[in-house]
């Protein structure tokens, strides 16, 4: 499936840039050059649960000997059109702020999981295709590898034009859905990587082109309403990217930025956390934060606090935590001086539900811990179902190593506890050279009891919480999981 897009007139301006060895320089570059790129959004509820989010956090913190992908088998992908080569192939790539790596399949690939790849990049076809000796092989904790052979290519997103290295994938054991070619690596390596080679992130390239504005990537990350039990179960349109700078059409000044900790993607310290009015203890946890998940991955005593404030909610050892799917109790936190309030409703998610034998339906809670004995984690996965209540920019700029994450108020819909210094969230100060509030999080303060745990024999249905091949039968029907 390809998207047809639009580019946001005004702002969509033409650069571009060229690779001569390994050097890139900029062709030329347009002061205030931002481009702007529609997102397709891929639901993909069955792989909505622990086990899924727990290999996904895992991939990030994998070691960097050879070069490391997050798996896609996430249960959410936003995706991109994009063109490589001359003349151009088409290709719809996931977006991935956990990855500094762009791979597409080859054409010489075409059986196994390729054969479900609907386009394959053939360098036969393309005047400017130059196949380099380096080979690459990504693995995943999930068992899944690709592996293959770097190239360097023309690329177009959108107007935006350059050249560039990507993988060719000629071995191919992750799973795609049929409607996504591959993955577009949104993570400039730190200096603790530069084994990697500096032509390997686009977005060091773009940077050292200075073929945009600003070395920055917006993101708005669409809300699909209404939300519903019925709802959110098939592909929409996701959002927007903007390359080169924040969307001002899709934000409120003003945006609060947090420089990056730690040696994984894009990572920030959280200040403070609050649900129902009751501060969470964060333990000093620093987060990722992540397009390639819906959800929001904690440690399970973070996880258990979180659902002890939330009445109703119900503990299970199969799939995790589940909420009423109906409520207003807010989820606030913060980073920095910025504050945000994830809407209840997003929090519970409304496609993945079961139905207790009492007749009452529940959700399933976005937030979940890692499954398995043996893992144990200290920090954070924060998802879309926290990027969609504001708007995110990646700014990826030499001068700030790490690079660093703003924040804003979405100009239309979010919510109105989001913004600097929402809310009662507390704030320790993190890294945003702010001084902080240094307050509590308000709210009763008293001690709270963990919610009772359920068998998996409470429930009468459960609709697409595993991918699992098994048939139960309840209100909803007959439900293949």
């Known amino acids: 499936m390809f998207i047809k897009y639009s580019l946001a007139a005004a702002v969509v301006l033409v650069a571009a840039s060229a690779v001569a060895a390994s050097a890139i320089a900029a062709e030329e570059t347009t002061e205030g050059a931002i481009f702007t790129i529609p997102i397709d959004f891929h639901n ?16 990030k913190r994998q070691a960097v000997s050879d070069v490391s992908l997050t798996s896609v088998i996430g249960d959410v992908l936003y995706t991109i059109p994009i063109t490589l080569g001359t003349p151009p192939q088409k290709f719809n ?43 690459f092989e990504s693995k995943y904790v999930s068992g899944d590898r690709v592996s293959g052979q770097y190239m360097t290519e023309q690329y177009s997103i959108g107007s935006l034009n350059f050249k560039a290295m990507a993988g060719l994938v000629s071995v191919n ?23 990697i080679s500096g032509d390997i992130p686009i977005l060091k390239i773009l940077a050292r082109a200075k073929a ?45 930025y947090i420089n990056c900790v730690g ?9 403070a956390m609050s649900v129902n009015g009751r501060p969470i203890a964060t333990g000093g946890a620093q987060a990722t934060i ?9 440690p399970q005593s973070v996880a258990d606090a979180i659902h002890a404030a939330i009445p109703g909610s119900i503990k299970t050892a199969e799939y995790g935590w589940f909420v009423p799917c109906e409520g207003t109790i807010p989820i606030t936190i913060t980073f920095g001086t910025f504050v945000t309030t994830i809407p209840y409703k997003t929090f519970a998610i409304q496609d993945n539900y079961a139905t207790l034998n009492t007749g009452r339906i529940v959700c399933l809670s976005s937030v979940m811990y890692p499954k398995g004995a043996t893992v144990v984690i200290d920090d954070w996965l ?64 008293g001690p709270i009891s963990v919610p009772r745990s359920a068998a998996v024999g409470q ?21 293949l999981l």
């Not at 049929?178 to 730190?190: F, Q, R, T």
């Not at 669409?222 to 969307?247: D, H, Y």
């Not at 040696?263 to 200040?271: A, E, F, G, N, R």
């Not at 249905?461 to 048939?471: D, E, G, P, R």
Request: hydrophobic residues 40%; neutral net charge; glycine residues 14%.
């Open 382 to 445: 924060l998802g879309a179902v926290f990027m969609k209540n504001m708007y995110t920019v990646f700014d990826f700029d030499p001068a700030v190593p790490g690079g660093r994450i703003g924040f804003a108020q979405l100009a239309v819909g979010g919510n109105a506890g989001t913004g600097p210094g929402a809310g009662n969230g507390g704030d320790n100060g993190g890294n945003s050279g702010n001084s902080g509030n240094n307050g509590n999080s308000g709210g009763n303060n």
């Open 93 to 135: 790539l996931a977006i991935d702020t956990g990855s500094f790596v762009t791979w597409v399949v080859s054409s010489s690939c075409v059986t196994g999981a390729c054969a479900n790849i609907t386009n394959h990049f053939n360098p036969a076809l393309s005047s400017t295709a130059v196949l380099m000796p380096t080979a």
């Open 290 to 298: 992540d397009t390639g998940t819906s959800l929001m991955m904690v």
């Open 173 to 195: 054991q992750a799973t795609l859905p049929p409607s996504v070619d591959g993955i577009m690596g949104l993570w400039s390596a730190k200096a603790e990587l530069e084994q």
């Open 44 to 59: 993909l509820p069955d792989y909505r649960n622990q086990a899924a989010a727990t290999k996904r956090y895992l991939n």
């Open 459 to 479: 429930f009468s249905s459960v609709q697409a919480l595993h991918a699992l091949t098994f048939v139960v039968a309840g209100a909803f029907g007959t439900l």
């Open 212 to 256: 945009l504005s600003k070395n920055q990537i917006g993101v708005f990350l669409q809300s699909n309403s209404p939300v519903s039990r019925a709802s959110n179960r098939v592909n929409a349109p996701g959002g927007e990217i903007s390359f080169g700078g924040a969307n001002a059409a899709r934000y409120k000044e003003p945006i609060t």
């Open 263 to 271: 040696k994984t993607p894009w990572m920030l310290s959280v200040s």
